[in-house]
C-alpha cells in the first residue's frame, strides 16, 4: 500500500500526515511511543526466538529461511529504535530499556518461549507471524508518515514469515517425506497449535482497551484490538481447518482477554 499525504481516518481525516515529532499532539505522542516500544519489543524478542533455528531446520530452505526471519526482525526492531530515539530522552530511554532485556523479560508474553522443537518453530510462523503481520497491516497508511513509509516494507516481511509458516503447517500434514524429515505430523502439528493460539490471541490486547480506541481515533491504527483479533480469527480458524486440524476453544488458557 503505498503512502498518501493526508490522513485517511479519525479525528485529523483530512489533514496533512504528522512529519515530525514536534507537530504531535502530547496524548499523540505518548500512544505512538507506546505503540512502537510495543512493537519493537516483539522484534528483538523474536530474534532471541528464531536464532537457535538458524541452521538446524530439516531441508536446506527451512535453514536459511530461519536466518532471513531472524535477520528481518532484528532490521525491523533497529528501525523501531531509530523511530524511538526521534522522540529525544525518553524515546531513547525506551529503546535503552529494550536492548537491556533478555528473553523472559519482554513485555508480551509469546515472546518470553523458547521453541522446542522444529514443529514448534514453524507452529510460531504460522500463528504469531501472522499476528504480526495484522499488526504491521493495522498501521499501514497511517496518520504518522515516517512510521507509514516503514510499512511499506516491513508488512511484506511478516507477510513471507507467516507464508513461510503456513506452507510448511501444510507440509507436515500433507507430505509424508517432509514429516519424515522433521520428526513431527499432524499430530505435533496440533499439540503446537493448541499451545500457540491462545498465546497468539492474548497478543492483541484486551478487547476493552482505551489505549487501541485512542490509536484509531488519531489515525495510528485502523482498527482496535477488538476488531484486529476477531479479523485474525477468522483466517487462522480457516487455515487451521483447512490442515484437517482442530481449532482451539476461543477462551481455552486466554490470559488476556
Ligand atoms: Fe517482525
Ligand atoms: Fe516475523
Same mark, same amino acid.
Given at each position: 500500500?503505498?503512502?498518501?499525504?493526508?490522513?485517511?481516518?479519525?479525528?485529523?481525516?483530512?489533514?496533512?500526515?504528522?512529519?515530525?515529532?514536534?507537530?504531535?499532539?502530547?496524548?499523540?505522542? *505518548?500512544?505512538? !511511543?507506546?505503540?512502537?516500544?510495543?512493537?519493537?519489543?516483539?522484534?528483538?524478542?523474536?530474534?532471541?526466538?528464531?536464532? /537457535?533455528?538458524?541452521?538446524?531446520? /530439516?531441508?536446506?530452505? &527451512? #535453514?536459511?529461511?530461519?536466518?532471513?526471519?531472524?535477520?528481518?526482525?532484528?532490521?525491523?526492531?533497529?528501525?523501531?529504535?531509530?523511530?524511538?530515539?526521534?522522540? @529525544?530522552?525518553?524515546?531513547?530511554?525506551?529503546?535503552?530499556?529494550?536492548?537491556?532485556? #533478555? !528473553?523472559?523479560?519482554?513485555?508480551? &508474553?509469546? $515472546?518470553?518461549?523458547?521453541?522446542?522443537?522444529?514443529? &514448534?518453530?514453524?507452529? $510460531?510462523?504460522?500463528? !504469531? &507471524?501472522?499476528?504480526?503481520?495484522?499488526?504491521?497491516?493495522?498501521?499501514?497508511?497511517?496518520?504518522?508518515?515516517?512510521?507509514?513509509?516503514?510499512?511499506?516494507?516491513?508488512?511484506?516481511?511478516?507477510?513471507?514469515?507467516?507464508?513461510?509458516?503456513?506452507?510448511?503447517?501444510?507440509?507436515?500434514? *500433507?507430505?509424508?517425506?517432509?514429516?519424515?524429515?522433521?520428526?513431527?505430523?499432524?499430530?505435533?502439528? *496440533?499439540?503446537?497449535?493448541?499451545?500457540?493460539?491462545?498465546?497468539?490471541?492474548?497478543? $492483541? @490486547?484486551?478487547?476493552?482497551?482505551?489505549?487501541?480506541?485512542?490509536?484509531? @481515533?488519531?489515525?495510528?491504527?485502523?482498527?482496535?484490538?477488538?476488531?484486529?483479533?476477531?479479523?485474525?480469527? *477468522?483466517?487462522?480458524?480457516?487455515?487451521?481447518?483447512?490442515?484437517?486440524?482442530?481449532? /482451539? /476453544?476461543?477462551?481455552?488458557?486466554?490470559?488476556?482477554?
Amino acid at each position: 500500500m503505498s503512502v498518501t499525504r493526508l490522513v485517511e481516518w479519525g479525528v485529523l481525516l483530512g489533514m496533512r500526515k504528522v512529519e515530525t515529532v514536534e507537530q504531535m499532539p502530547e496524548e499523540y505522542r *505518548q500512544i505512538l !511511543m507506546k505503540l512502537i516500544y510495543a512493537l519493537a519489543s516483539t522484534e528483538f524478542a523474536s530474534v532471541e526466538q528464531h536464532h /537457535p533455528w538458524i541452521n538446524r531446520g /530439516p531441508t536446506a530452505e &527451512d #535453514r536459511y529461511i530461519q536466518a532471513q526471519i531472524a535477520a528481518d526482525e532484528a532490521h525491523q526492531g533497529f528501525i523501531d529504535c531509530r523511530l524511538l530515539r526521534s522522540f @529525544g530522552p525518553d524515546g531513547v530511554a525506551l529503546v535503552d530499556d529494550l536492548l537491556r532485556r #533478555r !528473553m523472559g523479560e519482554h513485555p508480551l &508474553d509469546a $515472546f518470553n518461549y523458547p521453541f522446542e522443537s522444529w514443529v &514448534d518453530t514453524v507452529t $510460531f510462523c504460522f500463528t !504469531m &507471524d501472522l499476528v504480526a503481520w495484522y499488526h504491521l497491516h493495522a498501521m499501514e497508511n497511517c496518520s504518522y508518515a515516517p512510521l507509514a513509509r516503514e510499512m511499506t516494507s516491513m508488512v511484506h516481511e511478516e507477510k513471507f514469515h507467516a507464508a513461510f509458516g503456513a506452507r510448511r503447517a501444510g507440509d507436515l500434514v *500433507q507430505n509424508p517425506e517432509y514429516a519424515r524429515l522433521a520428526g513431527a505430523g499432524k499430530e505435533e502439528l *496440533q499439540a503446537a497449535v493448541n499451545k500457540w493460539y491462545p498465546r497468539a490471541l492474548d497478543t $492483541f @490486547g484486551k478487547s476493552d482497551s482505551r489505549f487501541s480506541d485512542l490509536a484509531v @481515533g488519531y489515525g495510528l491504527r485502523r482498527w482496535n484490538n477488538r476488531e484486529l483479533r476477531q479479523m485474525y480469527e *477468522q483466517e487462522i480458524d480457516e487455515k487451521i481447518r483447512g490442515l484437517g486440524l482442530e481449532v /482451539p /476453544p476461543e477462551h481455552l488458557n486466554r490470559k488476556i482477554l
